[in-house]
C-alpha cells in the first residue's frame, strides 16, 4: 500500500466515524436534557403539594383558634353574667399561636411530626430491610391516611406508593 492509498482510507474512515460520533453527542445531550427536565419536573410537583398541604394545615389552625377564642370569650361572658367573678383567679388569657405562624407561613406540631416519623418506620417494617431506597412521607389523605413514598436513591424514582392507617396500624399499597 502506498502513501497515497493509506491518506484515502484514514480520509475515509474519518468521514465515517465523525458523523456516527456526533450522532450519538446529540443523542446522549438530548438524553441528559429530557433526564433534567423529569427531575426538575418532578420536584416542582413535590413542592406544590408541599404548599398546598402546608396551606391547608394553616387553615385549620386557623379555624381552630377562631373556635376556641370564641368558646373561651364565650365562656368568660357567661361566667361575668350569671356571677361575680374574681378577675385574677377565673379568667385565663386568649392567646392566639396563630400570629407565630403566619409569619414563618408553616406551623409547627411535634405530634404531627411524630405520626409522620411512625409511618415512615410502618412501611419501613414492611418493606425490610433494604438500602437501596428512601422512604419519604407525601401527604395525609381525606381518610387520614399517611401516603409514604418508597424512592430508589440511584435514579430517584419513586418505585410504590404505600397509604398508612395509624390508628389500625395497617400499611397497604397505593
Known amino acids: 500500500m502506498g502513501r497515497r492509498e493509506r491518506s484515502k482510507e484514514s480520509k475515509f474512515k474519518i468521514k465515517i466515524w465523525l458523523p456516527i460520533l456526533c450522532v450519538v453527542v446529540v443523542g446522549v445531550t438530548f438524553y441528559?436534557?429530557?433526564?433534567?427536565?423529569?427531575?426538575?419536573?418532578?420536584?416542582?410537583?413535590?413542592?406544590?403539594l408541599n404548599?398546598?398541604?402546608?396551606?391547608?394545615?394553616?387553615?385549620?389552625?386557623?379555624?381552630?383558634?377562631?373556635?376556641?377564642?370564641?368558646?373561651?370569650?364565650?365562656?368568660?361572658?357567661?361566667?361575668?353574667?350569671?356571677?361575680?367573678?374574681n378577675v385574677t383567679n377565673t379568667s385565663r388569657p386568649v392567646t392566639n399561636t396563630n400570629a407565630n405562624n403566619n409569619?414563618?407561613?408553616?406551623?409547627?406540631?411535634?405530634?404531627?411530626?411524630?405520626?409522620?416519623?411512625r409511618a415512615i418506620e410502618l412501611v419501613k417494617k414492611e418493606w425490610g430491610k433494604d438500602s437501596s431506597v428512601d422512604f419519604l412521607f407525601d401527604y395525609v389523605n381525606e381518610n387520614n391516611e399517611y401516603v409514604v413514598?418508597?424512592?430508589?436513591k440511584a435514579t430517584a424514582t419513586v418505585?410504590?406508593?404505600?397509604?398508612?392507617?395509624?390508628?389500625?396500624?395497617?400499611?397497604e399499597l397505593d
Open 51 to 85: 404548599e398546598t398541604q402546608n396551606s391547608i394545615s394553616s387553615e385549620n389552625a386557623t379555624n381552630e383558634n377562631e373556635i376556641e377564642n370564641s368558646v373561651v370569650q364565650n365562656e368568660v361572658a357567661n361566667e361575668t353574667t350569671n356571677a361575680v367573678i
Open 103 to 117: 409569619k414563618n407561613n408553616t406551623s409547627f406540631n411535634p405530634g404531627v411530626t411524630d405520626q409522620k416519623q
Open 159 to 171: 418505585k410504590y406508593y404505600f397509604r398508612v392507617n395509624l390508628e389500625t396500624g395497617t400499611v
Open 32 to 48: 441528559m436534557i429530557y433526564d433534567i427536565q423529569n427531575k426538575v419536573d418532578r420536584l416542582t410537583e413535590y413542592e406544590v
Open 149 to 152: 413514598a418508597v424512592k430508589d
